[in-house]
């Protein structure tokens, strides 16, 4: 499975960014996918993840405020993370990630390589 992930850059303060990321390869479809972040120095923080049935599961911290979509093409997912009412604490390199199963964080989880959103003021 290959991830790549698009359309981070700048953003302003309580104002919206959509990113998106697709995935490709076998059985992809059939795979949990979702979305972390991360600050320099920092963890990665889970985000969200939405399972190949379409449930969804958000982390507290962005809960109400951003969305995971997918659209799934044959051997490609193409996996969406709406963002709104951003603040600069949500300032942070983006990655989306697939797993046989959710939450993506077994030892056989794939990464892209990410894409950087910074929120100003």
């Known amino acids: 499975v290959h991830l790549a992930e698009s359309g981070g850059g700048l953003a302003q303060a309580r104002g919206p960014l959509s990113i998106s990321c697709t995935a490709s390869g076998h059985i992809v479809y059939s795979f949990c996918t979702g979305w972390f972040r991360q600050t320099p120095g920092s963890q990665r923080e889970a985000l969200g993840d939405?399972?190949?049935?379409?449930?969804?599961?958000?982390s507290d911290s962005v809960k109400g405020r951003f969305t995971i979509t997918r659209h799934v093409a044959e051997n490609t997912v193409t996996l969406f993370l709406q963002m709104n009412n951003l603040t600069p604490e949500d300032t942070a390199m983006y990655y989306c990630?697939?797993?046989?199963?959710?939450?993506?964080?077994?030892?056989?989880?794939?990464w892209g390589q990410g894409t950087q959103v910074t929120v100003s003021a």
């Open positions: 939405i399972e190949a049935d379409g449930t969804t599961t958000y």
């Open positions: 990630a697939a797993d046989r199963s959710c939450p993506p964080n077994s030892d056989s989880v794939r």
